[in-house]
């Protein structure tokens, strides 16, 4: 060889030929199995008609267990995020593995993991994150709002008890999908015990939640966090996981609050630091519709009413919905406020800003701008009135620039603005509000709503912080800008004045020909306090007329809005042509004085159009129905403050007036129409029974059918006949026939008016054809539809009705009529809070906000089924207190257990059964029937048993059930007659023997009797007649059934107010045992219940005495005997005793010596024998054992030979079958 390796020769693939052609057919998708079914058909034979049916009988399991009843699609069209609670038990590697994930969605570190975790998982999904810690309040809490459970496992230790006890809240709460993660498993060094280990751990985990549980392996630790791979691969589930809707978590909204503000005045907590506070509390909406002023409960803390719910802009917004100006790509992905996470957020109140304390003491190289502005707010070190009486404003490029001093000069001498302090409930502030009056007032509003609505509605807050961050570079060292904005404020509004009143003539008229074409009046006053408020130009006046529009109804469409801001544009275009303010001061005066002399013009005019709109101002329908409507808008209104700098007062513009824009119940009075025109008839035209309508509704169309399905009818009464439209054509075809010099033009109607009448006739034909083929193929054509498709698709249908009827409407008006909706981002408002829960505020623990029903709220009886857990090992004491897990709440309460006898009646028990169900009353909260809870007897601290006591479910909500408990009342006899005796003891009274006349009575020996009536003396003896003769030493007892009453404790758990790291440590009441251990208290026993020694007294009987008359008539072997007794037998009948001889002694001596020799030869010879024989047994069962083996071979042989014999004898048989084909 040369060195050079022979190359192989490359296979060819056939390019034609049957096996390229089933090649191409694969590739393409198709299936050569048909072919090979047509080319052998007996291949695909059924060769076993059972292994068939058992094959469809499996599949057909398979797939109805994958079956679930079909529920509504409640999830709106941007879902909440999936809530994902990470559950273990303590060091097991919760918080790694919420940190892994978070850096695997988001690629950033989260250092501590402190409340909800928001992060964006896909283009459609988000998920929060939330850890729960060893407490038995997190666990119960996070087991009803969890949508997700990964359930961690320490494989080095195996199961440990939080584990098995999470998975029992869950089944009680509804069961929220669960994944299980093995972790520590790096500590096992041999693959064997690993395998072993994980095995052993699936089955058991699946035994708890359900075959084929998901189950992941987290192998190891690389650096601190888990594998990145496995973490991969475990956030692939997470994002394509489904879930099944929970019946609690969808009947009820609920919020997992991610963050708390104090709203509490100040001043209020400095004179009284222990007062109740005012909290808001913000969090995803999820489960259902949560409505304003509701009631809800937090768990841990208590019932509370809602003051105010509004919706902010999502703060981790889903990818397809996030806008231009949102944050970065970095601080998008990751919301978590109480973990320090989640930058800038806009809230109601104000904006908060996270500014770390690192970011501070960097090098002041790369500043953002939100840290600039903050800087500069925190270095302030002049008072706010220095500063503005030091600064300066420049409105417009090259315009002088004007001081403090200057603008109240102006404003002084124009009297066009004026201050008015307003205090605001919702800010818990004084402000400022600018007031207008007169003329000025209604140009400014005019203006306002042409440029300041596009500085609201679309500039973005980079425009606004350019805006004032070149006001600062002029004015100097100026930082603060809320009260920099009320003097730009007041200077915008004073030049915008100016500017207006002095336009010259012809950019006048351009603007009165704007505002006559379409744009809104100003706000005229109800009633005028000054001659100011008359004087109204010709023109205002006019067009104020033609719209009859008041300023205080709260009336505007929204296509009115709409062109208004097409007007707002074309007004900043008008604006930056104005000229210079000295024409406009000189042209205001002018008007000033033809205005003083106008103010009497049109007096009736002015007061009919005050009528009309008192007129207009009729009540609000939609606000008496849905509630305060003004007092939301308001809050809408708040919310256009631009950056926090400028607020545009537009009253006519604002949402509020949008709200009510559509209220059937107004009639707008001076909607005046000239009625002689004929464009004013043709529009209403249609409303009446003889305009144009549909083909189905026409009036004609409808005329013409009754026609012709009541055809020709006569006038009782007159006699006169009328025709209908066939005996019409009948008549007509007659006179033709008689007279055939008629009319051309009448035949041409008539054949016209009878060719539309037979397609009308046709149509109809082909309509009832077909609506009665839909209705058989509806009937009898289902093909392979069932009856779980047809539910599924009815589900489909009303989900998409739910999501149709409101989709079209913005979401102001939309939570006013649904509630808010799921998905959202709200804020709740609550009031009257306890203290201790901010003071003690610790964001390692969940804070939910539980919706609560109408009557959810009340307390009352509730009657429910109980079982101790199996794994509790006490039983549970009636009266006991007990901390159920009820719904939302955790409440503590004494029970009452009782059972249900076969009559009906409810037996107290003392102790609960020990593996059967029985019956629990208690007083709690009204909560629906069928739903489940859990009882705990301690929630404080862990324990080495398992903490869960007892499950079960709600049944009845009312007091119908009486739980009795017996009751054994003693009563001894005095005097005994034949069958009758006096009894006494038992009762204390004549009236209460009158109660029990006729019970039942018994005696200790068994005897039944009847209470007749009462006795006179003693005093609450009575008179019982017996089956049979009482004794006096005989005890009469009476059984009674006596009524309880549940006692009405109902005490809720409030762990959230406990001081940080005593939060688990919450005691409720204790138990008497409890209480008795701690007093150190030990029960006297009573004398009566110790057992002691029974003495009886021997009882002898008195011989029976038969009469003789009797024994006369008895038979002879019923008679009794004469026999005389026995006494001592006489000395000479008495035998003698034998003496024996000398002799007689030693013959009997050796007797007894040879029998006592012959004894043991022969119990030694039988013992020799049992043991021979014992050894013959065994041998012979060697034996046997032998025989049989070679029986069993022989037999084997024998069956081989003849299934050899009948194989040859089948094969034979069939050859000479096919030889006979």
């Known amino acids: 060889m040369d060195g050079k390796v022979k190359e192989q020769k490359r296979h060819q693939h056939k390019h034609s030929g049957p096996k390229a052609e089933r090649k191409k057919l694969r590739k393409q998708g198709g299936s050569t199995e048909e072919d090979a079914r047509k080319r052998n058909p007996k291949a695909f034979a059924v060769q076993s008609a059972v292994r068939m049916a058992k094959t469809f009988h499996r599949a057909q399991d398979i797939k109805a267990k994958k079956h679930h009843i079909p529920l509504v699609d409640r999830t709106p069209l941007e879902p909440p995020p999936i809530v994902i609670v990470v559950v273990g038990p303590p060091k097991v590697g919760k918080t790694t593995l919420i940190r892994c994930l978070i850096k695997n969605f988001t690629r950033q570190k989260l250092g501590d993991i402190r409340g909800p975790v928001t992060i964006v998982s896909g283009k459609k999904r988000r998920l929060t994150f939330m850890e729960c810690n060893n407490d038995i309040n997190t666990m119960i809490d996070l087991a009803k709002v969890a949508d997700l459970v990964l359930m961690l496992i320490d494989a080095s230790f195996g199961f440990e008890m939080e584990t098995f006890e999470f998975l029992n809240i869950c089944q009680v709460h509804g069961f929220p999908r669960i994944m299980g993660v093995l972790t520590h498993l790096d500590s096992f060094k041999n693959n064997k015990t690993l395998r072993k280990t994980k095995k052993n751990l699936k089955h058991r985990f699946w035994t708890e939640v359900y075959q084929g549980a998901k189950l992941f392996y987290l192998s190891g630790m690389v650096y601190g966090e888990y594998q990145t ?85 999502d703060p981790c917004p889903l990818p397809n919905a996030q806008k231009k100006r949102a944050l970065n790509e970095k601080e998008r992905l990751l919301y978590a406020p109480m973990a320090g996470v989640g930058g800038v957020v806009y809230d109601k109140d104000a904006v908060y800003i996270d500014l770390p304390a690192n970011h501070v003491n960097q090098q002041q190289e790369e500043v953002r701008p939100t840290t600039e502005l903050v800087q500069s707010l925190i270095d302030t070190h002049s008072t706010l009135d220095a500063k503005i009486a030091a600064s300066k404003v420049s409105l417009f490029s090259g315009s002088a620039s004007m001081d403090a001093t200057d603008v109240e000069q102006q404003s002084g001498e124009n009297e066009g603005l004026q201050e008015e302090r307003v205090w605001d409930p919702n800010t818990q502030r004084e402000r400022r509000k600018v007031v207008f009056t007169g003329e000025e007032e209604e140009e400014d509003d005019e203006e306002d709503d042409g440029s300041g609505s596009s500085d609201d509605e679309d500039a973005d807050e980079d425009a606004d912080s350019e805006e004032s961050d070149q006001e600062e570079q002029e004015d100097g060292e100026d930082g603060d800008r809320d009260n920099l904005s009320t003097l730009i404020k007041k200077a915008r509004a004073e030049s915008e004045k100016d500017v207006t009143g002095g336009a010259p003539p012809g950019k006048k008229q351009k603007l009165e020909k704007k505002r006559g074409d379409g744009e809104e009046s100003a706000e005229l006053p109800a009633f005028a306090d000054s001659d100011d408020d008359l004087e109204v130009s010709e023109e205002e006046s006019d067009e104020e007329a033609q719209k009859g529009r008041a300023g205080d109804s709260g009336h505007c469409s929204e296509e009115d809005e709409e062109d208004s801001d097409d007007e707002e544009e074309d007004d900043d275009d008008d604006e930056s042509e104005k000229d210079d303010g000295e024409a406009a001061e000189s042209e205001e005066e002018e008007e000033e004085e033809l205005g003083t002399l106008r103010w009497k013009e049109g007096l009736q005019q002015k007061a009919s159009e005050a009528f009309l709109r008192q007129q207009e101002a009729a009540p609000n329908l939609r606000k008496l129905v849905y509630g305060s409507v003004v007092a939301g808008d308001e809050e809408d209104e708040d919310e256009e403050e631009l950056g926090g700098l400028f607020r545009v007062s537009r009253p006519q513009k ?180 306890p203290c201790e829960f901010v003071t003690n505020f610790d964001p390692h623990y969940p804070i939910i906000l539980g919706g609560l029903g109408s009557s959810e709220g009340n307390v009352g009886y509730l009657q429910m089924r109980l079982k101790k857990h199996r794994w509790h090992n006490r039983i549970l004491k009636t009266r006991d207190p007990l901390i159920l897990s009820l719904g939302w709440r955790r409440f503590q309460t004494m029970p009452l257990y009782h059972i249900e006898d076969h009559n009906g009646r409810h037996r107290l028990l003392k102790y609960t059964p020990q593996h059967m169900h029985c019956g629990a009353s208690i007083w709690g909260p009204i909560t629906p029937q069928g ?53 006494k003891g038992m009762f204390n009274t004549m009236l209460e023997v009158a109660k029990f006349e006729g019970a039942s009575v018994r005696t200790v020996s068994g005897v039944r009797g009847q209470i007749k009536k009462a006795l006179s003396t003693p005093t609450g003896a009575y008179r019982a007649t017996f089956e049979d003769r009482l004794l006096m030493s005989d005890i009469v007892f009476l059984r009674s059934w006596y009524p309880l009453t549940v006692p009405q404790f109902y005490n809720p758990v409030t762990s959230l107010l406990l001081p940080v790291g005593q939060k688990d440590g919450w005691e409720g009441m204790r138990t008497l045992g409890q209480i008795k251990h701690d007093l150190g208290i030990r029960n006297k026993p009573n004398a009566d219940s110790l057992y002691k020694p029974v003495v009886r007294a021997q009882r002898r009987f008195n011989t029976l005495h038969i009469p003789k008359e009797l024994q006369k008539a008895l038979p002879f072997k019923s008679k009794p005997k004469q026999q005389q007794a026995h006494g001592k037998t006489p000395r000479d009948l008495q035998r003698p005793s034998v003496i024996r001889e000398p002799h007689e002694r030693k013959v009997a001596a050796l007797i007894q010596a040879l029998s006592a020799v012959h004894n043991f030869k022969k119990n030694k010879a039988h013992t020799a024998q049992h043991a021979k024989h014992k050894d013959f047994l065994q041998e012979k069962e060697k034996q046997e054992e032998a025989k049989l083996k070679r029986q069993k071979e022989a037999r084997k042989k024998l069956y081989r030979v003849m299934g050899q014999k009948d194989q040859k004898n089948q094969r034979s048989s069939l050859k000479g079958a096919a030889q006979d084909d």
């Not at 808001?280 to 409960?297: D, E």
């Not at 489940?932 to 709600?954: D, H, P």
Request: hydrophobic fraction near 30%; include cysteine.
């Open 229 to 313: 791979m496995e973490v991969k691969n475990l956030g692939r589930f997470i994002s394509v996981m489904k879930f099944r809707p929970l019946v609690w978590q969808t009947s009820h909204p609920y919020v997992l609050a991610d963050r708390m503000e104090d709203l509490t005045d100040p001043e209020m907590l400095r004179t009284d630091p222990k007062c109740d506070r005012t909290v808001s509390l913000y969090g995803y909406l999820r489960g259902t519709h949560l409505k304003n002023k509701g009631q809800v409960h937090i768990p841990g803390v208590g019932d509370f009413g809602v003051g105010d719910v509004n919706f902010l802009p």
């Open 931 to 983: 739903t489940g809870f859990l009882a705990v007897q301690s929630v404080a601290g862990t324990k080495a048993s398992f903490r869960i006591a007892a499950t079960g479910v709600v049944l009845d909500l009312d007091k119908s059930v009486t739980i009795v408990k017996k009751l054994k009342l003693i009563g001894y006899p005095y005097k005994i007659f034949k069958n009758t005796s006096f009894i």
């Open 654 to 833: 604002s949402k509020k007036f949008q709200a009510n824009s559509l209220d059937c119940s107004r009639f707008d009075p001076d909607a005046s129409h000239d009625w002689d025109l004929e464009e004013m008839m043709n529009s209403i035209k249609d409303c009446f029974v003889t305009g144009k309508w549909e083909e189905g509704e026409d009036a004609a169309t409808l005329l013409k059918e009754d026609e012709e399905l009541y055809g020709d009818f006569e006038d009782l009464e007159t006699g006169e006949v009328h025709k209908g439209q066939t005996g019409k054509q009948n008549q007509a075809e007659n006179s033709e026939n008689d007279d055939e010099d008629g009319d051309d033009d009448d035949e041409a109607e008539e054949t016209l008016m009878k060719v539309d009448d037979d397609e009308v006739q046709k149509k109809k034909r082909i309509d009832k054809k077909r609506r009665l083929k839909e209705r058989f193929d509806a009937e009898y054509d289902d093909g392979d539809a069932t009856y779980f498709d047809d539910l599924k698709e009815e589900m489909q249908k009303q989900a998409e009705l739910n999501r149709a009827e409101f989709e079209d409407m913005e979401d102001e008006t939309r939570v006013q009529y649904e509630g808010f909706r799921p998905g959202m981002y709200v804020r709740l408002e609550i009031s009257s809070l």
